[in-house]
């Protein structure tokens, strides 16, 4: 079956370093990885997209990797602040409408 | 704003009582979702809509129902709730052929089983 890993339960990095949190994968060739943002007692909210062809994607001080030899995705967050603590989903799409999420690694930055 | 609404935000009921939550979204999506969501846990799908067509989950637990009535509109009925369905249910949406698979969720119903 298809499997998720999400690294480390918790991050904490303090504010203005870059956080990099990592989703690998198994038994599975998706076309795309979607990452999402959830905050506490709230549900996921969209942040990016990347496809399978697409090596790196950046949006404003996100930037999402793909490695599909290595079945891995690296998100990466540049000049972190308090207000980007929150745990971060990552997605595999695997079928037409269907996407698997990961457990989440929850972010916390410090001042 | 367009967006995905969920009600109620926290609903209680008993064990073994039945209940049921809505959904409803103003996108116009023509995919919509029910997920489970433990704490720590990954959102687990439960069943989702193409339109009319009702796509069930192999290991969704009998007990779960759904319906869509028309495209604005979804419930996810608990038959018989038990202290393990206790959770946050996650309604959500998408539409397909739209390229980019995004799915726009709701604030969550927590559900609490007493």
């Known amino acids: 079956s298809q499997k998720i890993e999400q690294n480390s339960e918790a991050l904490n990095i303090q504010e203005g370093k870059t956080a990099t949190l990592t989703c690998n994968y198994t038994n599975y060739s998706p076309a795309y990885l979607q990452w999402y943002r959830q905050d506490p007692g709230r549900g996921p909210v969209f942040l990016l997209l990347i496809r399978e062809n697409e090596k790196e994607k950046r949006k404003e001080r996100l930037k999402v990797t793909f490695d599909t030899t290595l079945k891995q995705s690296l998100f990466h967050i540049t000049a972190s602040q308090p207000a980007d603590s929150a745990t971060y989903l990552c997605a595999l799409d695997i079928d037409t409408d269907k996407l698997i999420f990961g457990t989440g690694t929850r972010l916390q930055v410090f001042p | 704003d367009a967006m995905v609404i969920q009600n109620p935000r926290y609903q209680v009921t008993q064990f073994g009582k039945p209940v049921t939550l809505s959904c409803s979204q103003t996108l116009n999506h023509n995919v919509m979702y029910w997920y489970q969501q433990k704490s720590s846990q990954a959102p687990k799908l439960l069943f989702h809509?193409?339109?009319?067509?009702?796509?069930n989950e192999a290991d969704t637990p009998d007990n779960f129902q759904s319906r869509r009535p028309n495209t604005s509109f979804c419930f996810l009925d608990i038959r018989s709730p038990g202290l393990g369905d206790a959770a946050m249910y996650l309604c959500a949406t998408s539409a397909r052929g739209a390229g980019s698979g995004e799915q726009f969720f709701g604030p969550g119903t927590r559900l609490t089983v007493l």
């Open positions: 809509y193409y339109d009319k067509d009702f796509n």
